[in-house]
Nanobody, 120 residues
Framework: QVQLVESGGGLVQTGGSLRLSCAAS????????MAWFRQAPGKEREFVSR????????YYAESVKGRFTISRDNAKNMVYLQMNNLKPEDTATYYC?????????????WGQGTQVTVSS
């Protein structure tokens, strides 16, 4: 019933840009903390970015700060990740997640992932 479907991944050159989309159904994105994670081959899944329910605050991993921007469109019930100045180390499968919590966040729902490959 609840689905998060990512799209927008692909192959891009170093320094290029991509915009990832997360389409939610059976869930209202404005009532959850929405986040992006990524996982590269041979590495553990890592946090990339999240946006709070009010959309007043956003958070980013140090590795992407200043290059990536998370945003939300409540009318479309979608979340986006604008990725600029991409680097080869950004190559990974990117996952959209929905969660809740204050001192700690638990992510209840996950998308299937979309592949991002940055060539050098």
């Amino acid at each position: 019933q609840v689905q998060l479907v990512e799209s927008g991944g692909g192959l891009v050159q170093t320094g290029g840009s991509l915009r990832l989309s997360c389409a939610a159904s059976g869930l209202t994105v404005s009532t959850y903390i929405m986040a992006w994670f990524r996982q590269a081959p041979g590495k553990e899944r890592e946090f990339v970015s999240r946006i709070v329910r009010s959309a007043l605050s956003t958070y980013y991993a140090e590795s992407v700060k200043g290059r990536f921007t998370i945003s939300r469109d409540n009318a479309k019930n979608m979340v986006y990740l604008q990725m600029n100045n991409l680097k080869p180390e950004d190559t990974a499968t990117y996952y959209c997640a929905a969660g809740s919590g204050l001192s700690t966040i638990s992510y209840h729902y996950w998308g299937q992932g979309t592949q991002v490959t940055v060539s050098s």
